[in-house]
């Protein structure tokens, strides 16, 4: 079946470091990957996606490059703020028409 | 605002109420879903429906039942709550991406 794993956290940086948060996967074929951000309070939010392998998702300043050979998505960001505190999910779809499958979250703690 | 709204945000019941967990959204979109969140498990499918009419079982079914009343609303009921139901749902509908609710937070003492 599918599956996604991420890294354990919390995480807890400074202001302007650099983030990397772990994800791989195992799926049949060829999944579309995704990253989730929930804010407090909120639901989920589409941070960026990547649909084939060596494709590179993006945004806000966040970046994660669909690497089937290693069968990871790991999200980066080179300088992160305060203001991006908040869980990361990595999931996967397999198929145009099915569900999709989350990691378990990670929390991210920003300091100023 | 265009999306999925879900009602109540917050709610407390005692183990054997039932209450019913409503969803709706205005985007014209054929699929829904209801999720279950729970600390350090990520997001769990609990049921799901394809199209108007359909319903199917997710990943955690057991204790829950679900109507898709017509294309906006997706309701779940939980006919006897019971502790290990305490979670935060979320509902999603689905055309080309994901729009998630903001969800309701419900405790069962």
């Known amino acids: 079946g599918n599956s996604v794993t991420q890294m354990e956290g919390p995480v807890t940086l400074s202001e302007e470091a650099f983030l990397t948060i772990n994800c791989t996967y195992t799926?049949?074929?060829?999944?579309?990957l995704f990253w989730y951000v929930q804010y407090p309070g909120e639901g989920l939010q589409l941070l960026l996606k990547?649909?084939?392998?060596?494709d590179k998702g993006s945004n806000k300043g966040f970046e994660a490059t669909y690497r089937k050979e290693t069968t990871s998505f790991h999200l980066e960001k080179g300088s992160v703020q305060v203001s991006d505190s908040a869980v990361y999910f990595c999931?996967?779809?397999?198929?145009?028409?099915?569900?999709?499958?989350f990691g378990k979250g990670i929390t991210l703690s920003v300091r100023p | 605002n265009a999306g999925v709204t879900q009602t109540p945000k917050f709610q407390v019941l005692k183990t054997g109420q039932s209450m019913t967990l409503q969803c709706a959204q205005d985007?014209?979109?054929?699929?829904m879903y209801w999720y279950r969140q729970d600390p350090g498990m990520g997001l769990r499918l609990i049921y799901y429906?394809?199209?108007?009419?359909?319903?199917d079982k997710g990943e955690v079914p057991n204790g829950y039942n679900v109507s898709r009343l017509n294309k906006r609303e997706f309701s779940l009921r939980l006919e006897s709550a019971a502790p290990s139901q305490t979670s935060v749902y979320f509902c999603?509908?689905?055309?080309?991406?994901?729009?998630f609710g903001s969800g309701t937070r419900l405790t069962v003492v």
């Open positions: 999603a509908s689905r055309a080309n991406g994901y729009t």
């Open positions: 799926a049949t074929g060829y999944p579309s």
């Open positions: 990547a649909t084939k392998a060596d």
């Open positions: 999931a996967l779809r397999n198929g145009a028409n099915s569900k999709l499958t």
């Open positions: 985007m014209n979109h054929n699929s």
């Open positions: 429906s394809a199209s108007e009419g359909t319903t």
